[in-house]
Every structure is written in structure tokens, then in C-alpha cells.
């Protein structure tokens, strides 16, 4: 029978960076407030966690990259809020911030978790940070410690 691994949402002893957004920051807090809190209920310690300001999203690559070349973190979550405005620069940007994100994770073997939101309009990015659809702060937490311990499952044999 396969060996099966199913990481806990136990987030002990794991170290994590959160990079945010300054662009749109009154909704990008409110992400990286729950995910903190749900990283800190999932057992990390407060000062397991670090949280680095860029720009915008389309910075947030860049910034993640730096915390995963310092091998101190277990696992990246990346938050910004993106809205659409007349053009579609936000679609550019978002695309972006998603392949630049990927990347960082494929080359440098650190999890690094993808919360972008990208919204047609400001009802859906309240919706979507905090309000009546959930907070994607806090899902891309729960995610993060999920990657984090799978990778150290994996790693340790």
C-alpha cells in the first residue's frame, strides 16, 4: 500500500513571512490581520512570524523571493488586493504577480502561497477580505501550514 501524507494545520514550530501590499492596504490588512491570527492559533509562535510592506502586488514576487533566500521562513504567504479599474492593467498585474509567485516557489523550494485577489469591483474584494465571502487571508494561512509541514514531511523522509 502507498504511503500516504496528509499534513496537520498544526503550524508549531514553523516560521512563516507575510508579504503585503501597501496598494489597497485598508483591505490587504485586514487579510494579513487574519491570516496572523489564524497562523497564531494553528500554534506559531507571535515571533515565528514577519511581515514585510511592498508596494503593490506587482512587488510582491520580489519580496517573497528576498524572504525565501534568507531560509528562514517555512512557508511565504503573499496578500494583495487588485480592482479592476477603466482598463485592464489590474488583469496584467495580477497575471504578474501570480506567475512571478510561482516561480519564486518552483526555484527556491520555499511554499510560497498565492493571495492575490484580483476583483472586477470594490464590493468583491470587501466581499472576499473579511466579509460575507470569507477572508483569503485567512484560507492562504491555513494553506501555508499545510505546505510548510508537507515539506518538512517530505524532507525528513
Avoid at 45 to 60: H, N, Y
Avoid at 67 to 87: H, P, S, W, Y
Avoid at 108 to 129: H, I
Avoid at 137 to 150: K, S
Wanted: glycine share 8%; net charge neutral; charged share 25%.
Amino acid at each position: 500500500m502507498a504511503r500516504e501524507h496528509s499534513p496537520a494545520l498544526d503550524a508549531t514550530g514553523l516560521r512563516f513571512a507575510v508579504v503585503a501590499s501597501r496598494f489597497n492596504e485598508a483591505l490587504v490588512r485586514r487579510m494579513a490581520d487574519a491570516a496572523i491570527q489564524v497562523l497564531e492559533s494553528r500554534g506559531a509562535a507571535p515571533d515565528a512570524i514577519e511581515r514585510f510592506w511592498v508596494p503593490g502586488s506587482f512587488e510582491l514576487p520580489l519580496g517573497a523571493r528576498w524572504a525565501a533566500d534568507t531560509r528562514r521562513f517555512d512557508a511565504i504567504l503573499a496578500l494583495g488586493v487588485l480592482i479592476r479599474g477603466e482598463t485592464e492593467h489590474f488583469r496584467l498585474v495580477a497575471e504578474a504577480a501570480s506567475h512571478g509567485l510561482q516561480r519564486v516557489a518552483l526555484d527556491t523550494g520555499v511554499p510560497v502561497l498565492n493571495g492575490v485577489l484580483a476583483t472586477l469591483d470594490a464590493a468583491q474584494a470587501e466581499a472576499r477580505s473579511g466579509g460575507r465571502l470569507g477572508n483569503r487571508g485567512a484560507e492562504v494561512a491555513l494553506a501555508a501550514v499545510q505546505m510548510a509541514r508537507l515539506s518538512r514531511d517530505v524532507r525528513s523522509g
